[in-house]
């Protein structure tokens, strides 16, 4: 088969496939740097879609509609936050599973999902957010151990900070935090238990599989909707 013939079917896979979802903006055919043939799909902001990277030998690349515009919004103000537990976020039961280890006090060599970590790093990829961390394993280990590890297995962000440590709810520490730091960045709350006082700003997050794309998704909408208001 001709690649063009098999890149128009691919592109029509897709069509038939994902042009229902919420993020869909299209699709098309164009040749990449390297003069391959792939099949491109327009992603409404806010959204990350869940798309093969390749079918058969076709590729499948897709970037923002409207993404310059965006990220100049973004670029007015604060950078976002995001206030980042761990477990039942970065690790899960699953993973636990698969270690054959049965207690969430993991080596900090084992604490992170490679898997889970990429999760995050779309979230960083696509809105410029920060982290400051939030989980109860900042008790354990300094906020540079921290980063260190999540440096070791891909993060591509930046961590700037910490909660303060404090015998309060967790939403009370992000509250003080917030209120400390006088920003009006917009943020998001990571968390597999419940964070009260937070509101559309809360993502929770399940123990069983940890962060999952629709977490990424909705992460996405909440720290990007003020720059299309």
Same mark, same amino acid.
């Given at each position: 088969?001709?690649?063009?013939?098999?890149?128009?079917?691919?592109?029509?896979?897709?069509?038939?496939?994902?042009?229902?979802?919420?993020?869909?903006?299209?699709?098309?055919? #164009? /040749?990449?740097?390297?003069? &391959?043939?792939?099949?491109?799909?327009?992603? @409404?902001? *806010? =959204?990350?879609? +869940?798309?093969?990277?390749?079918?058969?030998?076709?590729?499948?690349?897709?970037?923002?509609?409207?993404?310059?515009?965006?990220?100049?919004?973004?670029?007015?103000?604060?950078?976002?936050?995001?206030?980042?537990?761990?477990?039942?976020?970065?690790?899960?039961?699953?993973?636990?599973?698969?270690?054959?280890?049965?207690?969430?006090?993991?080596?900090?060599?084992?604490?992170?999902?490679?898997?889970?970590?990429?999760?995050?790093?779309?979230?960083?990829?696509?809105?410029?957010?920060?982290?400051?961390?939030?989980?109860?394993? #900042? /008790?354990?280990?300094?906020? &540079?151990?921290?980063?260190?590890?999540?440096? @070791?297995? *891909? =993060?591509?962000? +930046?961590?700037?900070?910490?909660?303060?440590?404090?015998?309060?709810?967790?939403?009370?520490?992000?509250?003080?935090?917030?209120?400390?730091?006088?920003?009006?960045?917009?943020?998001?709350?990571?968390?597999?238990?419940?964070?009260?006082?937070?509101?559309?700003?809360?993502?929770?997050?399940?123990?069983?599989?940890?962060?999952?794309?629709?977490?990424?998704?909705?992460?996405?909408?909440?720290?990007?909707?003020?720059?299309?208001?």
């Amino acid at each position: 088969m001709r690649a063009i013939d098999e890149a128009r079917r691919v592109k029509s896979k897709i069509i038939a496939a994902f042009e229902t979802r919420p993020w869909w903006g299209g699709a098309g055919l #164009r /040749r990449g740097a390297d003069g &391959r043939l792939e099949v491109f799909v327009a992603v @409404r902001p *806010g =959204f990350l879609p +869940e798309l093969p990277a390749q079918v058969g030998n076709t590729r499948v690349v897709w970037e923002y509609r409207g993404v310059v515009r965006l990220r100049a919004a973004l670029s007015q103000g604060p950078r976002p936050i995001i206030f980042l537990d761990f477990d039942g976020v970065l690790n899960s039961r699953a993973y636990l599973r698969r270690l054959g280890i049965w207690t969430r006090l993991l080596p900090l060599k084992r604490l992170f999902d490679q898997k889970s970590v990429a999760m995050l790093n779309q979230i960083v990829a696509a809105t410029g957010a920060q982290v400051v961390i939030s989980s109860w394993w #900042r /008790r354990k280990h300094s906020l &540079r151990e921290l980063t260190h590890e999540l440096k @070791r297995m *891909g =993060f591509i962000g +930046e961590v700037i900070g910490a909660t303060p440590v404090l015998n309060a709810e967790r939403g009370r520490e992000i509250t003080l935090y917030l209120l400390a730091s006088r920003t009006r960045a917009p943020y998001v709350i990571l968390d597999d238990n419940l964070v009260e006082g937070h509101d559309t700003h809360f993502i929770q997050t399940g123990k069983d599989h940890g962060l999952e794309q629709h977490h990424v998704n909705g992460a996405i909408f909440e720290l990007t909707k003020g720059a299309w208001r």
